[in-house]
């Protein structure tokens, strides 16, 4: 049997954010002196981004049940993450551990908090319209889709002016800030009535901007493909799908977890195989069947679907850490 071979690893990145040199000198540079030289980079990339995870919890939970406490918490979680997620590369690079299995470590588990920083806030602001909920995730993914298509033809990986760093420090920013009552009511207030609060006004503004970053990145690109644009109809499919016949959460899961199945493929093709796939069918299928026959809602199908995509992404990373398992370390020496 042939061997799969890998692709020589080379991080080549356009980082033009605004906020990231300044965030990087005076947050996360002083705080990196004190990370201990034999903590591998991988560790700190799921330990930070476990951080994310119990941000999800407690916005979900509603715990602890005082509210200044709850939003300060899950900002400093964030922050947490935000951090962490600068600390891995500097370390990567100062152990000389840069690897393939790094980036893939990084960049596959952002994608899912990029879902989860929205769907955070539409909790902490009872931002909870179906409608809303689908279009602020689609509007997220559609640019992330794009970039990563880009880097897996291009092998040029770039960063936006305002990209995730400066839309996870703004969202930080509104929910620590929120965490005083004045300031929470304000953001609750409708101004233009139907139930636009200021806070979803904020984050309609950030999905017209995503929507404009992923026109931006598709024109640099210049090589989106049949399959790139299928992925697009497929996502804007299932969300509108979704968005009519399902509660938020269950919304939610259903577009990060099929974003992230084309998106992990496009990088486990980049850094691992070099393979192009198509994007996944099966997910728009069953979710068109079951509308035609009225089962969209019945638990058993849901549960099939969420169990599938689970699977799905599990192997994904599986196979994909299977080809660059010798990158991992449990300790720098």
């Not at 000198?25 to 476990?50: D, Q, Y």
């Not at 304000?186 to 009535?193: D, T």
Request: with cysteine; charged share 10%; aromatic share 16%.
């Amino acid at each position: 049997m042939q061997k799969k071979m890998i692709p020589e690893y080379h991080y080549r990145v356009h980082d033009n954010s605004i906020i990231t040199p300044v965030f990087k000198k005076w947050v996360v540079a002083p705080l990196f002196r004190f990370m201990p030289w034999w903590i591998p980079a991988n560790i700190i990339t799921i330990f930070s981004n476990l951080l994310m995870y119990a941000a999800l919890f407690l916005a979900l939970t509603g715990y602890p049940a005082e509210r200044s406490l709850r939003f300060v918490l899950i900002a400093l979680l964030i922050l947490g993450y935000t951090i962490g997620d600068h600390f891995d590369g500097m370390q990567a690079k100062r152990t000389g551990t840069s690897s393939a299995l790094g980036e893939l470590c990084d960049h596959y588990l952002d994608i899912f908090n990029n879902g989860i920083l929205v769907y955070i806030f539409c909790l902490l602001f009872h931002i909870i319209n179906p409608l809303l909920v689908a279009f602020f995730l689609t509007a997220g993914y559609l640019p992330h889709a794009a970039t990563f298509y880009e880097q897996f033809s291009t092998k040029w990986l770039y960063f936006e002016k305002i990209g995730s760093l400066e839309s996870v420090l703004i969202l930080f920013v509104c929910i620590i800030l929120s965490a005083i009552e004045p300031v929470y009511r304000l953001a609750l207030i409708s101004p233009v009535g139907s139930g636009f609060t200021v806070a979803t006004m904020l984050i309609v503004l950030a999905s017209l901007g995503a929507f404009a970053t992923f026109v931006q990145v598709v024109r640099r690109a210049k090589a989106a493909d049949v399959g790139f644009w299928t992925f697009c109809v497929f996502l804007i499919t299932v969300a509108c799908m979704a968005m009519t016949f399902l509660p938020p959460t269950a919304i939610f899961y259903v577009i990060v977890a099929y974003s992230g199945l084309y998106i992990g493929n496009l990088q486990r093709g980049h850094l691992a195989d070099g393979k192009k796939r198509i994007p996944d069918v099966v997910v728009p299928l069953f979710m068109t069947v079951a509308l035609i026959f009225g089962t969209l809602r019945q638990p058993v199908f849901l549960w099939g679907m969420y169990i599938y995509l689970a699977c799905r992404t599990l192997w994904i990373v599986g196979n994909a850490f299977r080809l660059l398992r010798g990158f991992w370390v449990w300790k720098n020496s």
